[in-house]
């Protein structure tokens, strides 16, 4: 059964303060019972040590230990929270004095009583030595700190400030744990609140800003995710207008050309079947890169990564029969590494758009340059062509469906970069585009996976 925030945070709150006044007063009830222990054993040894010198002056004088010489000695002594027993060397009592008053030896029942109370006491009796002698034997002790009037009020005292106290405890132990539990969970219903309505469409939601570490990171990730839908869904009105953009000039030119077909009123001469074949085409090719795009960025991509001979691979930009018609030396390529590892498919699209775009943009009849080296654990593919860009525009170009002022006049469906650095990201690397001196440069990164 769930349960909600609010009363899991009571419990926990709760329980936890009420183990923690439980284990104080678990420890300071042991501790007053030692402390009464020590009390206890340290008066009865004090007790004996007082009566031992008495026992061995009145056998000095009267040379015999009798009832009546012990207690004219002792008496003085003696409470009624004490007890002592005095023993002949055969061990027979000889004087007792317990619970206030002596205990009469003629009195058997009496003397039983007092000497089974005796034989509850765990201490040895202790010895009473006269002349280098035993002359006598003595267990003197205190009934216990609880017997006193005194110390038994005091302990009623230390137990009722105890229970008042540990009502008072569970009390504030409520009392916190509520608050602290409403306040996380008013907290809590905040953010599920604003999820929702994120969840819902909305978009302008605010979150809190919770003091708790946890709770602010959870809505901090919130409004990360609302920024984000916010961006994609802007990015995705975006590109469906650009998408019927592009889609528009070719449709509408192959309506009014088949319109007028159908209608007779122009004859399907070759040259109008050839441009509306590259109508077509071009349509085709805006639904191929559109396809290849949304695979490249999607996170299921899958990779097939294999060692690739740099050298051959990249010989084969300059054997592709589009480029046959180039002039030689138009693709230099200056390579120092003799290997890489990637997916060859994939890697291949990438500098080939990447390529498509600087014979584009270059300076008519300079170069395209393929430079390819490692920087510090990262293998760079910079293609550089001369010619110049506004730097401000450089992230522009991948952009989807962008295209730049010359390349309007150029077949392409204007995502060949996107998918160039859609490509470079899935790898682990990027694409980044830089304008140096005269010169644009398109730079892949991949990972060096040695």
Sequence with gaps: MKRSLFSESFSYIFISILLAVALLSGIFFISIRRSVSAWNVNRGQRLENLILPMLNAAYRSHGILDEITIHQEVSPFLTSNVFAYVFDTNRKPIYIYSQGGRVPLYDRHALENALERLGARE?????????????????????????????????????????????????????????????????ARLLVYGLQLLSSGHREVEFPFPQSEEMNAIAESARQLQKQLQKEEQLRRQWAEDIAHDLRTPVSALMVQLEGLTEGVFLPTHKRLEALYKEI??????????????????????????????????????????????????????????????????????????????????????????DVYKQDAVIVFDISNQ??????????????????????????????LPITRGIMRAHGGDAIMKQIDQTTHLILTLPDIS
């Design 123 to 187: 201490r040895p009796l202790t010895a009473v030595i006269g002349d280098g002698e035993i002359i006598a034997y003595l267990a003197a002790d205190t009934l216990g700190f609880s017997h006193d009037i005194a110390n038994r009020r005091f302990l009623q005292s230390v137990f009722s400030f105890i229970g008042w106290g540990g009502a008072i405890a569970v009390i504030v132990a409520l009392t916190a744990a509520y608050i602290f539990s409403k306040i996380l969970s008013r907290q």
């Design 281 to 370: 085409q071009r349509i085709d090719l805006l639904v191929k890169d559109l396809r290849e795009l949304n695979k490249v960025e999607s996170p299921e991509i899958r990779l097939k990564k294999e060692r690739i001979e740099l050298h051959s691979f990249l010989q084969g930009f300059t054997d592709i029969p589009a480029r046959r018609k180039l002039a030689e030396g138009e693709i230099r390529i200056h390579c120092t590494l003799s290997e890489c590892t990637a997916d060859q498919n994939f890697l291949s699209r990438a500098i080939d758009n990447g390529l498509q775009n600087a014979l584009v943009y270059r300076e008519k009849d300079t170069p395209v340059n393929i």
């Design 387 to 416: 010619g110049t860009i506004d730097p401000e525009m450089t992230d522009r170009f991948f952009e989807r469906l962008y295209r730049g002022s010359r390349s309007r006049t150029e077949p392409g469906s204007g995502l060949g």
